[in-house]
């Protein structure tokens, strides 16, 4: 099967390799997840791209307020406690790029930009950077 994400060329950002094969591994293992996420907020939720994106983010302690802020009400400690659930994804507004401007304040001009495609933007952030990548919106087919 080939890969429906890809990364982003224009944008692709990493400190070094193993970073990026963290955040290659984080969307390789939820493709389909990622693609069906995105087929829902377009064509069911009838979202446009530039409306939201998608993040994929490791659960590590320097993230914690980051994923408080996009999924709140949620009692996160159990789960950044537990070895059981390695990153969290959900789509959150575009607005939510405004966020991740404080924590890589170089890459604003990067961030603050919508998508220029039909395909949706996915952000994967672990080990202190972040990686873009653009999702084919596809509905989950149960086999």
């Not at 087929?39 to 791209?49: I, K, P």
């Not at 949706?120 to 084919?136: E, M, W």
Request: charged residues 25%.
């Amino acid at each position: 099967m080939s890969s429906n994400l890809v990364p982003d060329e224009e944008t692709l950002l990493s400190d070094g390799e193993l970073i990026q094969e963290v955040h290659n591994g984080m969307m390789n293992d939820n493709e389909l997840e990622l693609a069906d996420m995105a087929y829902r907020a377009l064509y069911v939720q009838g979202l446009e791209n530039d409306a939201f994106v998608i993040v994929c983010i490791q659960l590590e302690p320097q993230w914690r307020a980051l994923v408080e802020e996009f999924i709140p009400d949620f009692d996160w400690d159990a789960t950044f406690d537990s070895e059981k659930f390695r990153y969290v994804m959900s789509r959150v507004p575009f607005s939510f790029c405004e966020s991740l401007c404080e924590y890589f304040p170089d890459d604003t001009d990067i961030l603050r930009t919508p998508p220029s495609d039909e395909k949706v933007r996915v952000i994967a952030i672990a080990g202190g950077d972040f990686s873009l990548y653009k999702a084919d919106p596809y509905p989950l087919q149960l086999q």
